[in-house]
């Protein structure tokens, strides 16, 4: 459940037919790779399917048409146009069993209707917990830079914990009662459910259950259930028990406040003081969980997709261009019966940019530094393609000079604005505005700073290891229908087609402002590699340190 920039996408706000946009990109070749992309026949592009392995064999054709060189593997004679990435894939099997027993009464709940628990990826086949203590730990933070600690010393042995989604500023944000120590309306890494589950680990709980509830998620419960209740993967560990606790798990919150009723607790009063650092967790008297169920899991391979343009003067250093190929492949059926998540917005769209923007490099004049077209696996399973390479790089990180990412971009024609996925902080963010500017755009504020976009996209992983990235955003104001508009088309897009099997290719799609979104990247692309710019990140960045620490190595 990654970002959603928001974006007019509904077919009751296209008009129009696909012209040429000013530019070297084409708004009918980015249709035509979009239509194929997100076809039944690659079946929603899933990981280690024959979805992926026509999606990956459509990718290397266009890039080796475009004239890209392949920028992958090192192999016997040279480069490969893939990265290898190892995953492990985790899928529930047989039947499962799920209760919470109130004060000697058994509740049983249903998997994907009260409760989403993830297949475990802790390397255990057979998850059986009886009767484990269930304690409520607020937002789960502990984050001594701000002076916050929401476990107080709970020991979680033994025990499964219920937390809350986001941070404690969403909803006391913009008069927060403890200063905004979270940075407001904006979330911050905190308030995102992988950190929550990573905590969990850290402190050796048998479960973490994330509360649902949709203004502080970002989405709704259909997500939820689609996102996690299916096979999932994550890279080949070592050590997997030391990253994911057995119970990884998600519950509706009309259930939630009902468990708290029961043991006697006020939900509503104990949220609000989870949002003030006086909060001491607390032990749901006379409440257990249990539950049982096995775990299939496979060893796989799945890929990077790696094109390359060696710079003339600075092949060394590089600027990526980043979009992720994968989306939910076949899975549970909608109302219709429908079972392919096509993913056509998310991400044929980004997909095909990235395509689009090899052919335009590739028949323009080479740039001083190398141009590298990324596409990566398995973000729709947490950003697992693009940590890999940035924790396993295929070039050095310290003379990548930034990652620009694009994931679902706007099909509804052009826009007046710009955006990016939250707000990172960094001089490749001001460069966007700038160049935006050029091309009459102005910039919007990500307009949702609550959902955590920052941390949902790609570009993520390549600012854990301080390389500055931004993840582009199409902008809301429709030159068509204007912010009105482009805020219901983005509204209805998250609550009717975002990862479900409705986000279908619409042969109505107006691409001439998406083909107006890639010229601008393209522009800003080809600015960065003719110059000796090394964009950097503020002095108050999270990344900050990560980058300096490889200063030495940038001319």
Not at 184 to 197: D, E, F, I, L, S
Not at 283 to 312: C, Q, R, Y
Not at 500 to 506: G, I
Request: hydrophobic content about 35%; charged content about 20%.
């Amino acid at each position: 459940m990654k970002k959603l920039v928001l974006f007019a996408a509904t077919a009751a706000l296209i008009s129009g037919s696909a012209v040429a946009a000013q530019g070297p990109i084409s708004p009918t070749r980015l249709k035509a790779d979009d239509k194929v992309l997100s076809s039944d026949a690659f079946e929603g592009r899933g990981i280690a399917t024959i979805g992926e392995t026509r999606t990956v064999a459509y990718i290397i054709k266009q890039f080796k048409e475009d004239g890209l060189k392949p920028g992958g593997d090192k192999t016997k004679s040279g480069r490969a146009w893939t990265q290898a990435v190892p995953l492990t894939r985790f899928q529930i099997t047989g039947p499962m069993k799920i209760a919470f027993t109130v004060n000697g009464q058994t509740e049983e709940m249903t998997q994907g209707d009260q409760v989403a628990i993830l297949p475990a990826q802790n390397g255990q086949t057979h998850i059986d917990i009886k009767n484990a203590p269930v304690v409520f730990v607020g937002y789960g933070v502990t984050a001594p830079e701000r002076h916050w600690d929401d476990y107080k010393g709970m020991d979680l042995h033994g025990k499964v914990a219920l937390v809350l989604v986001n941070d404690p500023d969403f909803e006391t944000a913009p008069k927060c009662e403890n200063g905004c120590d979270f940075g407001g309306k904006a979330m911050t890494y905190y308030g995102r459910w992988t950190y929550k589950y990573e905590e969990a680990a850290r402190r050796g709980a048998l479960g973490m259950i994330v509360i649902h509830e949709t203004k502080p998620a970002s989405y709704g419960w259909a997500v939820v259930k689609n996102s996690n209740t299916g096979a999932v993967f994550d890279i080949t560990r070592k050590d997997p028990a030391a990253a994911h606790v057995p119970v990884e798990a998600w519950i509706q919150h009309e259930p939630t406040v009902e468990l708290f009723k029961k043991a006697g607790l006020d939900y509503d009063a104990l949220k609000k003081e989870a949002q003030t650092r006086a909060f001491q967790p607390v032990v749901l008297k006379g409440v257990t969980f249990s539950t049982d169920f096995n775990v299939a899991k496979k060893n796989v391979i799945s890929h990077n997709i790696v094109g390359v343009l060696p710079g003339t003067t600075h092949p060394n250093e590089r600027v990526i261009y980043s979009a992720h190929w994968d989306h939910l492949g076949v899975g549970a059926p909608d109302k219709t019966g429908d079972r392919i998540y096509n993913g056509a917005v998310d991400n044929g769209t980004g997909t095909a940019a990235l395509i689009e923007l090899g052919r335009a490099f590739a028949h323009a004049p080479r740039t001083q530094r190398t141009v590298e077209f990324l596409s990566v696996t398995a973000e729709e399973q947490g950003l697992l393609g693009s940590e890999y390479y940035a924790t396993h790089p295929l070039y050095p990180l310290a003379t990548t000079v930034a990652d620009i990412n694009m994931d679902a971009l706007s099909p509804a024609g052009p826009t007046r604005d710009i955006t990016t996925s939250g707000q990172g902080g960094l001089t490749l963010q001001d460069d966007l505005i700038k160049v935006a500017k050029t091309h009459g755009r102005y910039f919007t504020p990500d307009p949702n700073p609550g959902a955590g976009h920052f941390f949902r996209s790609d570009h993520f992983s390549f600012a854990k290891e301080g390389v500055p990235a931004i993840s582009f955003g199409s902008g809301i104001d429709l030159v068509k229908g204007g912010k009105a508009a482009g805020e219901l088309a983005a509204e209805t897009y998250t609550k009717l087609h975002y990862h479900q099997p409705s986000d279908q290719f619409d042969p109505k799609w107006d691409l001439t402002g998406m083909a107006e979104d890639v010229d601008l990247l393209y522009d800003l692309g080809r600015q960065l590699a003719n110059s000796r710019e090394w964009p950097t990140w503020y002095p108050n960045s999270e990344f900050k340190a990560a980058r300096d620490k490889t200063a030495s190595q940038r001319k």
